[in-house]
Each structure stands twice: as C-alpha cells, then as structure tokens.
C-alpha cells in the first residue's frame, strides 16, 4: 500500500495554501485516515504556525533528507488527531538543501509507515520547491483566487502540472487535478466586482472541488494556530469539509456561494 | 433586464472585463506552451546562421509550432530585408 500524495500548490503566493494544506490534513484525519503534511517551503516556514505546532519542532524536512534526523524524530504528531502528523521546513537559506532524490526517499519512507496520505505544502512560484512539491504527486489542488494575476498563474502551474511532474515523465495517468477557488465574496460577484465560479471554471477549462468563502475566521483560526476546517460554526471550515469529501469521492453541492440575506436582528441592529 | 435598463447604461461590471482579458491572454499562453523553451535559443542560433548571408533583424524571424490532430508542425519565416538579392553575400542591408 502506498501513500496518495496531494500537492496544494497555486502558483501566485497568499492565495491560502497553507490555510488549505492544514485544513485538507486535518479533514483526512478526522475521516481515519493517517495523514502526514509537509511543508516544502525550504527558509520560510509557516505550516507549523498555522498547525499551531510551532514551538514543538525539533527536526524538519532537510535533517531528514540529509540523514541528520530520522523520518520518526522529524515527524510532529498533532495534539488533537493521532493520525495526523506535521513535518516542518527547514529554516536554512539553502535553496538546493531539497533533492528530487531525497523527496523521493522520505515520501518512500511516509508509505512505509502505513501512512494514506502525504498533503504537500508547495511554496509560491514555479521555482526549484514548488517543482519539488508538485514531481511526485497523484493528485494536485490548485488554490485559486477569483483574481486575475491568480487565475493566470494557476493556468501555468496547470500547466506544469501536466508536463513537469513524475506521471507526466513517464507516461503515466495523469495527475488528477482539483482546482479550489478560495477567498469567494458571493456579494462582491452578485455586483459584478469579482469573477464567479463559473466564469473561473470557464477560463481554466477545469471545475472546481470547492469553493471557500472569504472569511473573518481564516484569520482567527490562524492566530490561534488551529486549521479553519475545526471551526465547524464557521463557513470557511464546512467548506473545507465538504472540499475533504469531495477528494475522498463523495458528491456534495457547492455552498455558500449566495449572499447572505441579513436576519430581522441584524437589519435593526445592524452587523 | 428591466425596462428602464437602456436609460441607466452603465460602465461594463469589471469582473467582465476580467473574464476577457483572461480568456484572450490565458489562450495566448497556453498556445505557446508546450516545447516553447528551446525556441528562443533557436530563434538567436537561425539568426547567426542567416547573418552569414543576409543581413537580418532578429524581429524578421518568426517561429511557432502548431499542434494539428497530433502533429506538430514548426513554422519559420524570415522576412528578407528589401534589397537582398538571392546568392548574394552578406549585402549591406538597412
């Protein structure tokens, strides 16, 4: 049995991938399944802030590739799910510290520690970690803005994602690709201020797996270091969720995707 | 649409002027994508190679390759200066 890798990777920066990575471990945790999450962005970590791990990392990714630390010592377990494990970056100004030859051995390493799934962190851009993250995956989710720098650029990453990766060298399936439209303002596109759902999915040629609403609880839920999809009173974490059981095959519709019509109360008093 | 629509024209809403320019620029890069790396090398190496002869612009080479139903097809044109005569060499050309 080996792992099912999932690249979360977009191309532009600050579009949620490491909102989403936290969130889509998480939610594979919760559904049983062992679940380990890397962050590839080699001297700028952030996973483990917004795992909320961060004062627990000893090891990360690079001692494990040079064989500084074991895959076991690197490995965070999570304080709430015992199937979901954290592997931070490494904070070195080495950008050739990554390998393909070592990825490769510690996602080797992942599979035969009975893990599911390996959700990897891709750092921004289309440079050496973000080749790194996506060359081994089976499947990639796109984190997309209703943007336009951030829809052309997942063009390209889309792009990539069919040539440049392990599946594409030889000849495999394809990477299955998932594209995730975050930070939606329903109300912004009822108005005709941002792109909607439909007019990203026409211009990528791609439907999406999900759509998370722009929300005030992302940021809350990172400043207290507990990924979003675990605020379950918040829209943003059910999307989340429901993004989860999407990727493991179940059907759901899309939600969220209307203004929200204010109640009496909040009319009067406003909020 | 209502009927008092035509008086209130308004500005086009910009997530419609989004859509196009992303429409126009993401086929325009998505044409291009595929074996593009080795073509600008190979653009300056034709240009070497045709100077010998003629007096070129690099803006005179133009290369594209074309996808067809599975083929490939790699399209040069050289747009010769005005006063360059065949078999000539090397002419001195504006």
């Known amino acids: 049995m080996t792992a099912e890798i999932i690249v979360v990777t977009s191309g532009k920066g600050g579009v949620g991938k490491t909102t989403t990575s936290a969130s889509l471990a998480t939610g594979l945790a919760i559904q049983g399944k062992k679940v380990a999450v890397i962050d590839f962005d080699v001297g700028l970590r952030n996973l483990d802030l917004i795992m909320g791990c961060e004062r627990r990392v000893v090891y990360d990714f690079v001692n494990v590739v040079h064989g500084e630390a074991t895959l076991k010592q690197a490995l965070i377990k999570d304080k709430r799910y015992e199937t979901l494990y954290v592997l931070a970056a490494s904070q070195t100004r080495d950008k050739d510290a990554l390998t393909q030859e070592g990825v490769e051995k510690v996602l080797q390493g992942l599979s035969e520690e009975g893990f599911d799934y390996v959700v990897c962190d891709s750092p921004a851009g289309i440079e050496k970690g973000a080749h790194l993250a996506m060359y081994f995956a089976d499947h990639a989710v796109v984190v997309v803005n209703p943007e336009v720098s951030s829809v052309r650029d997942s063009d390209r990453i889309l792009g990539l994602l069919s040539s440049k990766t392990r599946r594409a060298e030889k000849g495999e399936d394809a990477i299955k690709q998932h594209l995730l439209l975050t930070r939606y303002n329903p109300a912004r596109v009822a108005v005709g201020e941002m792109l909607s759902v439909k007019d990203v999915e026409d211009i990528l040629g791609i439907s999406v797996v999900g759509v998370i609403p722009e929300s005030e609880n992302v940021l809350a839920a990172s400043n207290s270091g507990v990924p979003v999809i675990l605020d379950e009173t918040s829209h943003a974490g059910q999307a989340y969720t429901d993004t989860v059981a999407r990727l493991l095959g179940e059907e759901r519709p899309l939600r969220f995707l209307e203004v929200q019509k204010k109640g009496f109360f909040q009319r009067v008093f406003g909020g | ?94």
């Open chain 2, 1 to 94: 649409m209502g009927i008092l629509d035509f008086l209130k024209r308004r500005p086009e809403p910009s997530a419609v002027v989004a859509k196009e320019r992303l429409r126009i620029i993401v086929a325009q890069e998505r044409s291009t994508r595929g074996a593009p790396d080795y073509l600008p090398l190979l653009r300056n190496e034709l240009l070497e190679v045709i100077k010998k002869y003629v007096h070129v612009d690099i803006e005179a080479i133009n290369i594209n390759v074309e996808r067809d139903s599975g083929h490939e097809i790699l399209e040069l044109s050289v747009a010769l200066p005005e006063n360059s005569k065949p078999g000539s060499t090397a002419p001195v050309a504006g």
